[in-house]
C-alpha cells in the first residue's frame, strides 16, 4: 500500500518551496536541516516526481512541485476549515469590530487569520481599516478603531497603548539570483552601499531603514523608491538593484518568473515586528478580545 504524505512533511515541503532553501526552511519551522532534506526526498519518492531542482543558489520548483504546492496550499486550508468546523464556537458573541492594518499586514499576514476567525464567529461583523501609524494610534486613543494589527516594532512609545507581540520577521538582503554578492562568504551595509538600492517606502520602511543606517555612517544608494512591493520584487529579480526587506513580504520569484535570493547581513538589521494595539485605558470590547484571543491561538498553532 502507497504511504501518504504526512502533514508534517507536506509543512516542510512548503516551507523549503516559500523560501527557497532548506536551511531557511529549517530555521522558520525549528527543526533540522536533515529532517527537511528527508522529509522533501520521502515526498518526492512517494510521488514519483522530482519537486526540486536542487541548484547552488537554493531549491528550485519544477513545474510538477509548482503544482503540488497549490495543492498542498489547498490541503491545508481545509485542514483548517476542518478544525474551525467542529470547534466549540460562541454563536451568541454579536457584534462589530472596528480593525485597523496597516499596508503591510493587510496585504502579506491577515487575510488567512481573518478568514478563520470570521469562521469561528460568524456574528461578528469586521469592519477593515487600512492606515498608516500615526492615524492607527490616534484612531485607537479615539475609539474610533477598537484594535488594530500593525508593525508595532514602528510605534512610538506610548503609554496609553498596550500590544501583543505576534511575529519577528527578520530582515535580509534581497538580491537576483546571478548577482555577485552571492558569492561573498559575508555581505555587510558596506557591500550593500555599493549597489544600486530599490528602497521601499510604505510603513515608514524608509525611515526605519535610514535608522539602521545611521549608525554606520554610510547611506544607500537609492536608485528608485516605491509603494510597491512587487515592483521592488521585480526589480531586485531582473537584476536592476537590491534591497533590504522582511521575511514576511519574501517571495522566491517575481511577477515574471526570475528568481530572488536573499542574504543574511553581517550587519545587525532590526526585525520587523507584527502585533496587536489597543487603548489601555478603554481596555477590549468582547468582540475586540475574540479577535485577540483568537489570533494569540492561531500564531501559537
Not at 527543526?31 to 528550485?60: H, N, P, W, Y
Not at 494610534?137 to 512610538?156: C, H, P, R, W, Y
Not at 552601499?193 to 524608509?206: F, G, S, W
Amino acid at each position: 500500500m502507497a504511504r501518504t504524505p504526512s502533514l508534517r512533511k507536506l509543512r516542510y515541503f512548503v516551507a523549503v518551496a516559500e523560501s527557497g532553501k532548506v536551511t531557511q526552511a529549517a530555521v522558520d519551522l525549528n527543526v533540522s536541516q536533515s529532517s527537511i532534506t528527508t522529509g522533501v526526498r520521502e515526498i518526492e519518492e512517494e510521488l514519483g516526481v522530482k519537486l526540486f531542482d536542487r541548484q547552488a543558489q537554493g531549491m528550485l520548483l519544477t513545474r510538477e512541485g509548482t503544482r503540488f504546492l497549490q495543492q498542498v496550499r489547498h490541503v491545508f486550508q481545509a485542514v483548517d476549515e476542518a478544525f474551525d468546523s467542529t470547534r466549540v464556537h460562541s454563536p451568541t458573541l454579536t457584534g462589530r469590530l472596528e480593525l485597523a492594518m496597516s499596508y503591510t499586514v493587510a496585504g502579506y499576514f491577515l487575510p488567512p487569520l481573518l478568514a478563520q476567525f470570521q469562521r469561528r464567529y460568524p456574528g461578528v461583523e469586521v469592519r477593515l481599516h487600512e492606515a498608516s501609524r500615526p492615524v492607527i494610534q490616534s484612531g485607537l486613543k479615539s475609539g474610533t478603531f477598537d484594535l488594530a494589527i500593525m508593525l508595532v516594532s514602528n510605534l512610538e512609545p506610548d503609554t496609553s497603548l498596550e500590544t501583543h507581540l505576534l511575529i519577528r520577521s527578520p530582515r535580509r538582503l534581497w538580491v537576483g539570483s546571478h548577482h555577485p554578492l552571492l558569492g561573498h562568504r559575508q555581505v555587510g551595509l558596506e557591500d550593500v552601499a555599493q549597489e544600486p538600492y530599490i528602497m521601499l517606502n510604505v510603513d515608514e520602511a524608509e525611515q526605519t531603514a535610514l535608522k539602521y543606517w545611521a549608525p554606520s555612517g554610510l547611506a544607500p544608494r537609492t536608485l528608485f523608491s516605491t509603494s510597491s512591493v512587487e515592483a521592488v520584487r521585480s526589480l531586485v529579480a531582473n537584476g536592476a538593484g537590491i534591497s533590504i526587506l522582511s521575511d514576511m513580504v519574501y517571495r522566491p520569484w517575481s511577477l515574471e518568473g526570475r528568481r530572488i535570493e536573499h542574504i543574511d547581513l553581517s550587519t545587525p538589521i532590526p526585525t520587523m515586528d507584527v502585533g496587536l494595539a489597543w487603548d489601555a485605558g478603554r481596555g477590549l470590547t468582547p468582540t475586540a478580545q475574540a479577535f485577540h484571543d483568537a489570533l494569540i491561538e492561531m500564531m501559537a498553532g
